[in-house]
Every structure is written in C-alpha cells, then in structure tokens.
C-alpha cells in the first residue's frame, strides 16, 4: 500500500489491540487553558505499543512527549484535559476509570520514571523505605515488602544493597538514585514501563549501565516499553519501532531501523543530520541545522504543520495537511505525514552549511601548533570530605594553544568540573601548583587577576537559567559584561551590543526580553554572548549543550566554531556526549579520580590504541545506523566497569583505575603509579598521544584489536595480559 489510510491509525483493529497491547493510543487530543483559550498541545495522535515491545517517542522540546505519558497516566495538570481519543492500557480503558481503579492500575499496572531522579525520590526518607512503599502500594505487607526491596536492589545491579537501603537520596550517585527509582518501577512487576528521559545528564558509562539494566529487566518481565527521549542514539539501541512528535503530531512512525536508515519526514531527516556522528568534526563539515521554531500550540489551522520549517514545502504544502501515507519498507510498515515523502531524505541541507570550514578535505595536514596561551603545571586540590582527604585533581599538567579546542571526559566525580574552575580561579590550587596566561604567571585566585586576565578567561555554564539573572533583560545582561571588561560607554556600548548579538545570531527582537522568556537555546546564546563581551582568549564550556535538543546543540556547536574561527578563541569543552566532544575537539584529556590517564589528538584517542578507562568509555557510546565515516558504525564491544568510584580516603595506591581496570595485569598495577609513554605523535610535542598505563602501547593496540568475553570483562586471550605483564616488568 503506497498512499493515506482513511485515518491515522486505521492500520489495525482498536478492539482486538485492547487485547493483544500494553498501550493503545487512539486519536488522542489534548488541549490546555492558556490565558482563558483552549490550546491543542497533542492533535489526533494515535500508536501502539505491544506486550514486551519498546517503543520509542522522539521530538524537540515542546512537541507532547511528555504530555502523551502524562495523558497516559491521567496525571495531566489542572489546565490540562483530554478533548478526544482513547487510551487503553492493558484492556483497561483508562478514560472511563473511578479514582480507586486508576489509583489500583497506577500501582500494579503502569509505573514512570522520569529524567530526574533526585526530584523522584524524597529526601527525608530512606531508599528502604521508598522502595518498600511501592510494594506496600500493591498489597504487600511490610516485612515482605523489606525482603522483596532487597531482592529488587540485588536485581537491578546495586552493589553492597544492604547499605544502599539505609541510605538517603543524596548519599547516592545520579546513577545510584536511578536504579533505585527503576526499582521501585518495577515492584509491581508492569505491564507498561514509561521512561521519560531517564539518561539525561548521565555519563557515558551510567548512562550504558541503566540502559543495559532497563534492557535486561524487560526481558526478564516480559514489560513493554514507551521510551520518551531527543537522544536518538539512545532510541536507536533500545526500541524495536520509534514514532517522531512534532508540534503536537505524529509525523512519521515505522522499525527503528527503517525510520534512521531511510527516514521518510523531512523534520526526523532534518533531525538525523543535526547529530555530531562518527567520522565528522568542526574542521570538514558544519552540523546541519533546522530553521526557526515550533508554532505556538493552535497557531496552524491550515496546511502542513511542519511547512514553515521545511525546505521542501511548497503551496500544496501550505494548503493541504499532509494524510498519514503508509509505505512498506523493510521491517514493516513506515508511516509519514508528508506529500513529498519519497523525496524526504533529499531534503536539501540548510544554507550555513555552504560556509567556509577551516580544513578542506580530511588529507589535509593538521593545523600548526602555536604558541600556548594557556598551561597548567602540577596541578592539584585537595578536598576533605568528613575528615578524609579527596584529591580531586591530581598532579595535572597540559596545555592549550590558541584557537584550539582540548575536550575533557570522563564519568562524573573525576575531576573535570574542578580542573576547569582551578584554570578560572574560582577554586584555589594546592601547595607546588602553577598556571600561566601567555606565558606570564596567573594568580590563583580570581580576586587577585588583573582585568585583563579576568576577562580572557570565561565560562559558559550547562545551565544557563543559573547563570543569568532572571530579573534582568537580555541588553542589561549582555551591557554590564562590556561595561565591566571593555572602555566603551553609551552609544559604543549598543554598537558594540548589536555586533554582539548578531555573532551570536541572537535576534534583535530579544533584547527587551527576560531570560525567564526566552527557549534554552536562546538563553544559552546568551549566555555565549556575554562570555565573549570582552574577546576572551580562552572560554570553558562546562556541558553547554547537555540539556538542548539536537537541533539546538547543532546550533550552539556550529556557533562555537564560527566564534573560534573568526576570532582565534580557545575552548576547554567539558561534556559526557562523547559524540559532541569528538566533533568540536581538536585534542582529548581524559581524567579518571582527577588523574590524566590519556591525552592525544581526537582521531588518535578515538582510533585508538587507548588507555583501557577510555575503551571502556568509548565502548558505552550508543551509535546510529550508518554511523561512521565509511556509512557503518565501528562496533565496539561493551565493556562493564564494575564497580563504583573509590571515595574519600579509599583512594587506590599505583594505578588510580586497577579497582576497576579490565586489562589489569596484576601486582605492578596494585603498586605502582604507570608513567606517561608515547602512542604516537612527536614525544614532548602539544600534538603528541601519550597514555599513562603499564600495559605498553604495542599490546594495547593488539588487544584492542581483538573481540572481547563481554561477560568476563577481560581479554579473551589470557596469553596477551601475561606477556603485558612481562613486558611492562
């Protein structure tokens, strides 16, 4: 069948999927007051979602994801109310349900979880106690509702439960609380699991860690799955179909793989080549980018929604709403609201993409490096943490030349955040520490830096909501910045604003406008703005993009390299998404317990060989089809850190990571601190690659090579780690 359904979700029959479903949605219609008008947040939106099957909803902030779980649920806000459709949850039509029978489906049927696990869980209460409710909710007594929460602690992979269960909310780790919220989801062993973001703002490895829990639970329950998140990749690993919201509608729906090899509405294309993937960087090719913004809720009543947007639309377009066409592709049908789907994936790239890029072709020799503008000796900082010490940053030395960007990763708590605000004063370095700005010496302190050195050093923070006050306009906020690090007054300001504004493709209309106005990609711009006000030599990006959708984050990327471009800026860019970090980074640090266990130009560290900490971080990176320079992902198997990061004064002796390490050797790396060799690269060169680890560079890259016992977590050659021992002895 090559053409529109009668209706959108006439593809099979409502009353036997009541049956056969964990959630049937039909033409479901949301509507919420706003300023005395009914506004359609959700128009006629219709899917399904089978007994064990996952199912993934994407879309930009604003488009109804979470309005469809909030639907589901009936836990829609005052304002809120479900004008037309049906939802049905395992045969049980939610609409029609009294307050005991919904309160009953919320506690055995259905359970959430959401994207913050720390506003989820109740602070003045114990894990024990929390868990235990949910089993108490379903009926359980309260001495089997202990023992059952030990047992789920135990299965969703929490080391050392016993305690864990006595703990509050804050003496656990992001990851920690969102496998206890997970098991409280799963108490009531569900028929329907609703994730909704749950992985955002999680490292690499947690991140890998409760998707591989979620994966794995799900299998052993047999529990469908409605997965709510803009990580595509994360979707493409986990969900067998994937339906893609926008302003409100479903626009496209089919197999997971169908919809990202071949996507069939230009919104999931536009979205798709938004991804900073493999084989890309700031120096070839500039991130695609989708224009404009999601119409207000109710504003289009003509036409396709996605028109004004769209660079294939034409008057058809603007005329006639697009029917739901169905096509068969190769793992089912594919469904798309587009007249032009079939010309969907030509959609023409978007016009900055034609914009001079700084190295032609990928033969081209890498850039000469200069001068550093920045460099850190020996440094350190100490912390105590009831009474232990915790060094937090351990004996860290690199450098930073102008115009270049040096990425940090590594999982949270080791040391990233801290390196950057030891490099802009706001944490005072220990004893033997030393940090230069061109050469001359720079205080340790903020408060004692010139104005000069204040405002060649600047942050963009993750969030910019707590980076700009709410109470000023986005002119106050920009102007204070150039009255402070720059000699203009009145009429230079505004000048000086409006060239501002326009660098960072900020529209002129916003300057009036409070930051509590504005979306999260305008405020970040913001943000950017007032960081360069008063031309910063180097910027640190501390997870500017973390919290933006993919469209967003193209944006803010291809502006960060148009700035570093036009004006020689450098970047300390901090971020989880290793993805976003092999785009914008010209070399890569990583930091394992504040340690610097490898440093290198980014296509030696990601091609490898590399430090095991890195492999096993690389190793937890979610991929796309079609990923990769050559059309296909590198497939990487998933290595499992076991364990948890060591804390105050259990820090380990020799290697920092041997608690923890794979490819561990034995005695050597229980007692003694591995040095720095050369991977490749010029020795003592900034372009250099150098990995601190006893195993020699030689047998890593073998090993490397090699497929893994993924279960084991070591290499499957025993023969290699003996002869590594050797060697390194």
């Given at each position: ?5 009668p ?14 479903d ?87 049927t ?14 003045s ?18 001495g ?13 992979r929490?080391?050392?439960p ?16 969102q ?46 799955v ?54 890309r ?97 020996n ?25 270049e ?5 590594g ?19 220990d ?88 979306s ?18 180097v ?22 390299a ?10 300390v ?28 130009p ?7 060989p ?34 948890e990061?060591p ?15 794979p ?11 591995p040095?720095?060799a ?9 372009s ?25 977590g ?16």
């Amino acid at each position: 069948m090559n053409g529109p359904p009668p209706s959108s979700f006439a593809a099979f029959d409502v009353s036997k999927s009541d049956r056969t479903d964990a959630l049937t949605v039909v033409g479901l219609t949301v509507t919420y007051r706003i300023r005395g008008r009914d506004r359609e947040v959700l128009q006629d939106v219709s899917f399904r979602v089978r007994r064990g099957e996952a199912y993934g909803l994407v879309g930009e902030s604003g488009c109804g994801k979470s309005t469809v779980a909030m639907a589901t649920l009936r836990y829609l806000p005052r304002n809120g109310k479900v004008k037309a459709g049906k939802i049905v949850i395992a045969g049980e039509d939610v609409q029609k349900l009294g307050a005991d029978a919904l309160r009953g489906m919320r506690a055995t049927t259905v359970s959430m979880v959401y994207q913050d696990p720390g506003r989820a869980l109740n602070p003045s209460l114990t894990i024990a106690r929390q868990v235990s409710e949910a089993f108490e909710a379903a009926g359980v007594a309260r001495g089997e509702a202990l023992r059952r929460t030990l047992d789920m602690l135990k299965r969703v992979r929490i080391a050392a439960p016993e305690r864990v269960m006595d703990s509050y909310p804050h003496q656990l780790s992001g990851g920690m609380q969102q496998r206890v919220v997970i098991a409280m989801a799963l108490a009531s062993n569900p028929a329907l699991l609703i994730l909704d973001e749950p992985t955002t703002g999680l490292d690499a490895t947690v991140e890998a860690e409760v998707l591989d829990l979620v994966a794995q639970l799900r299998e052993e329950l047999g529990t469908a799955v409605l997965f709510i998140s803009h990580n595509l990749a994360v979707i493409g690993r986990m969900c067998e179909r994937v339906g893609v919201l926008y302003a409100g509608k479903l626009v496209e729906e089919g197999a997971t793989q169908d919809v990202f090899a071949r996507p069939r509405h230009p919104y999931t294309v536009g979205l798709l080549r938004c991804l900073p993937t493999a084989g890309r960087s700031k120096d070839r090719e500039r991130l695609d980018t989708i224009a404009g913004g999601l119409p207000l809720p109710g504003s289009v009543t003509q036409g396709c929604i996605y028109a004004e947007r769209c660079r294939l639309a034409d008057e058809r377009c603007r005329r006639d709403a697009p029917p739901p066409y169905r096509l068969g592709a190769a793992h089912g049908d594919q469904m798309a609201r587009c007249h032009y789907h079939e010309r969907a994936i030509e959609l023409p790239r978007a016009a900055s993409s034609a914009a001079p890029v700084l190295v032609a072709s990928s033969d081209a020799p890498p850039r000469a490096p200069s001068s550093p503008v920045l460099r850190a000796r020996n440094l350190s900082k100490t912390f105590h943490v009831s009474g232990a010490p915790l060094r937090a940053v351990d004996d860290v030395s690199l450098e930073l030349a102008s115009g270049e960007t040096l990425g940090l990763v590594g999982e949270s708590g080791s040391g990233k955040t801290t390196l950057a605000r030891l490099m802009l004063g706001l944490l005072a370095p220990d004893a033997g520490s030393a940090l230069e700005l061109d050469g001359a010496p720079l205080a340790a302190r903020v408060t004692r830096r010139s104005d000069e050195q204040l405002k060649s050093l600047q942050i963009v923070f993750q969030n910019p909501d707590s980076a700009l006050n709410r109470a000023h306009s986005v002119k106050r906020l920009i102007g204070r910045a150039l009255a402070r690090f720059t000699a203009l007054r009145g009429p230079e300001i505004d000048a000086r604003l409006a060239t501002l504004t326009d660098a960072v493709r900020l529209p002129a209309r916003y300057l009036d406008a409070h930051s509590r106005q504005l979306s999260g990609g305008l405020k970040q711009r913001v943000a950017i703005a007032r960081a360069f006000a008063g031309e910063p030599r180097v910027v640190v990006c501390d997870e500017p993009t973390s919290s933006l959708d993919v469209s967003v984050q193209a944006a803010i990327l291809n502006l960060l390299a148009d700035l570093q471009r036009e004006r020689g800026v450098s970047y300390v860019f901090i971020s989880h998404d290793l993805h976003v970090v092999r785009y914008v980074s010209d070399r890569i640090a990583v930091l394992y317990l504040g340690r610097l266990l490898e440093i290198g130009p980014a296509a030696a560290v990601f091609d490898g060989p590399q430090h095991p900490y890195t492999e096993a971080l690389l190793s937890a990176l979610p991929t796309l089809p079609g990923d990769g320079a050559s059309g296909e992902p590198r497939q990487r198997t998933r290595i499992r850190l076991t364990g948890e990061l060591p804390g105050p004064g259990a820090m380990p002796v020799g290697c920092v990571f041997h608690t923890r390490c794979p490819r561990k050797l034995g005695a050597i790396c229980e007692q003694q601190d591995p040095p720095f060799a050369d991977a490749g690269g010029a020795a003592n060169s900034p372009s250099a690659h150098r990995i601190r680890c006893h195993i020699p560079v030689a047998t890593l890259r073998e090993l490397q090579s090699e497929p893994r016992d993924d279960n084991a977590g070591s290499p499957t050659n025993g023969g290699h780690a003996d002869d590594a021992s050797r060697n390194a002895s």
